[in-house]
């Protein structure tokens, strides 16, 4: 069984940053990957961020590269993504979501994750 509660989301400016948290309840260990994806409003949802909770290797998409950063905290049993130099382009309801599988065969087709938070909504004014 596997939980994931989102929360961080809000509203800022252009050029702001915003720092989401994913907190996964994993009792059955599988959530070894976990990622971040976003849906905006009229729009499919699109994989921004994922770790591999093992190895810590992570993967981003080219709209996000160099400005999010996703890590994860163990001991917390969190899952971060840091959102800066943020864009209009970027609102977005933002969701967590976890498979057992290794990141590098799912990648971010959403269809391959097995469990999905509620979401949390980023809203970036210009």
């Known amino acids: 069984q596997v939980q994931l509660v989102e929360s961080g989301g809000g509203s800022v400016e252009a050029g702001g940053s915003l720092r989401l948290s994913c907190v996964v309840s994993d009792s059955t260990d599988s959530a070894n990957c976990v990622a971040w994806f976003r849906q905006a409003a009229g729009k499919e949802r699109e994989g921004v961020a994922q770790?591999?909770?093992?190895?810590?290797?992570?993967t981003y998409a080219d709209s996000v590269k160099g400005r999010f950063t996703i890590s994860q905290d163990n001991a917390k049993n969190t899952v971060y993504l840091q959102m800066n130099s943020l864009k209009p382009e970027d609102t977005a309801m933002y969701y967590c979501a976890a498979v057992a599988s290794l990141c590098q065969l799912v990648q971010f087709d959403s269809d391959e994750y097995t469990y999905w938070g509620q979401g949390t909504q980023v809203a970036v004014s210009s």
């Open positions: 770790i591999y909770s093992l190895g810590h290797t992570t």
